[in-house]
């Protein structure tokens, strides 16, 4: 008797970046067979070039700091030449080592997640990949004779493309004295004067880390204020804190060009005046990796910028085609590519899915101190787009805070006027993107702010704030 067997539903990913990466790990558990095509590495930029390295450094510039400021809370230092008089230490960080270790971590955390996909029965295929139609991808590969082609058919595509940092014509990168986000890590010198080109939450967070390394930082801002789309109280805090440690923050101003000297760069601005310094760091923004991959061709649609639109699910414009990260129109975060990724196959695969609510979503700029935010916020409420009340608890005033150090920044909640639900938060601290989850738990299951006020937390700790800030907004029944 011959026996037909349900023939396993083809699924190919194309990008192996946390979108791609969820994706793939979730339709092979859900028993489809997966083929991953990456022409970098397992993990893609976000672990090669960006979130890992960029968020490894940053730890080490905050161990810089915790080193310097170690003295405030009474723990002195002695020169073994000195007769016992206490110092405050001059830090120095080798960032030729600091490079080598990210790099290496990088590295290691693309081959842990490359082993997991083999484990999982995922097919892994290293090239460039294309679209050829709407149920096949083209691969690239290096063969014998030059470059090999390999067509892959499936039922369902995966695109996770990501993004590159975006090139000035008048500010070229070249990797030596001008610099994207992804070239600083060939760095063997900590700059004596890094200029920083954008405002936004790259350059924020490079600024941030490198005058905490001992470099010198100019930061170029063409908004009234750093991270011009976050919180304005978060920002400020921020931008009060960089100017406290020295950097110098140019705000209204716009770099037209930046250019190498025999000694390093000058960046000239619109209103003729110009910076001078030994590196420069361009952080203007991002574009979708979505040029010349067949998308048009297969009747995708995509924005004006290149950005492939997406609906909740994860899906594109043809029914059997999904987009995960930053090449798609939702935020640029490697957790909502994760959980594009996943919604992507659980709703091709029939599984049970939740559409994505990008309101729920938890975010954190990684400088010192971190801001960390979700929900609405308070710009929404003010502008009458929610209703909700606002409360702001200065971190200054929590007895662990105080036992820390910690002089900088806030925990604030948003509820809901009558019900008290809680609608969103932004909280300013070390750790903001730790102490943000119990805020993004109550917005996800809609807890009251008495809810949250009920639970216990640690004496003493910094999330008290959470629940004090709480328990000053119950609603009196």
């Known amino acids: 008797m011959a026996y037909e067997f349900e023939r396993k539903q083809r699924i190919t990913v194309l990008g192996g970046g946390p979108g791609g990466y969820e994706a793939a790990i979730a339709g092979a558990q859900l028993g489809g067979e997966v083929t991953l095509v990456e022409r970098v590495g397992?993990?893609?930029?976000?672990?090669?070039?960006?979130?890992?390295p960029s968020k490894t450094l940053i730890a080490t510039a905050e161990a810089a700091s915790a080193i310097g400021d170690a003295a405030d809370l009474g723990v002195q230092f002695y020169n073994r030449t000195d007769t016992g008089r206490p110092v405050r230490p001059d830090v120095a960080v080798n960032i030729a080592a600091v490079n080598k270790r990210l790099l290496?971590?990088?590295r290691q955390q693309s081959e842990d997640m490359k082993s997991t996909l083999i484990r999982s029965g995922v097919r892994i295929v290293q090239g460039e990949g294309r679209l050829d139609g709407t149920d096949a991808v083209i691969v690239s590969t290096g063969g014998r004779d030059g470059v090999d082609f390999d067509r892959i058919e499936g039922d369902t595509t995966v695109i996770s493309v990501g993004a590159s940092p975006r090139i000035l014509a008048s500010a070229v990168p070249d990797g030596e004295r001008i610099f994207t986000w992804t070239q600083l890590y060939n760095l063997q010198s900590i700059p004596e004067h890094l200029i920083v080109v954008g405002s936004g939450v790259t350059g924020a967070e490079f600024a941030s880390a490198y005058t905490a390394l001992g470099s010198k930082v100019t930061l170029i801002s063409s908004r009234d204020q750093v991270l011009p789309g976050e919180d304005a109280d978060a920002a400020a805090v921020i931008e009060n804190v960089f100017r406290r440690n020295g950097m110098t923050v140019l705000?209204?101003?716009?770099?037209?060009s930046v250019v190498r000297t025999e000694n390093g760069v000058i960046a000239t601005l619109s209103d003729g005046r110009t910076v001078e310094g030994t590196h420069c760091l361009m952080a203007v923004g991002a574009v979708p990796n979505t040029k010349?991959?067949?998308?048009?061709?297969?009747g995708i649609q995509l924005t004006e910028s290149g950005h492939i639109r997406v609906n909740r699910v994860a899906r594109t414009s043809v029914p059997s085609i999904y987009a995960a990260g930053d090449c798609t129109t939702f935020l640029p975060l490697a957790s909502v590519a994760s959980m594009q990724g996943r919604t992507a196959m659980f709703h091709a695969m029939g599984d049970a899915v939740n559409p994505t609510e990008i309101r729920n979503v938890a975010s954190n700029i990684f400088t010192q101190p971190e801001i960390a935010t979700v929900g609405w916020t308070q710009r929404q409420i003010e502008e009458g787009l929610a209703q909700g009340d606002i409360y702001k608890?200065?971190?200054?005033?929590?007895?662990?805070?105080?036992m820390m150090g910690i002089k900088d920044g806030f925990v604030k909640l948003f509820a809901?006027?009558?019900?008290?639900?809680?609608?969103?938060?932004?909280v300013v601290a070390p750790k903001a993107s730790e102490l943000i989850f119990p805020i993004a738990?109550?917005?996800?299951?809609?807890?009251t702010v008495d809810q949250v006020s009920r639970a216990f937390t640690v004496y003493p700790s910094l999330t008290g704030s959470i629940t004090d800030a709480a328990r000053a907004m119950h609603i009196v029944l």
């Open 42 to 52: 397992v993990g893609g930029s976000a672990v090669l070039t960006d979130v890992v």
């Open 104 to 106: 290496g971590l990088a």
């Open 251 to 256: 705000s209204k101003s716009r770099a037209d």
């Open 292 to 298: 010349g991959i067949g998308l048009e061709e297969a």
């Open 393 to 402: 608890l200065p971190l200054s005033e929590n007895p662990r805070a105080k």
């Open 416 to 426: 809901r006027t009558g019900s008290g639900t809680v609608i969103g938060g932004v």
């Open 441 to 447: 738990l109550a917005v996800e299951h809609r807890l």
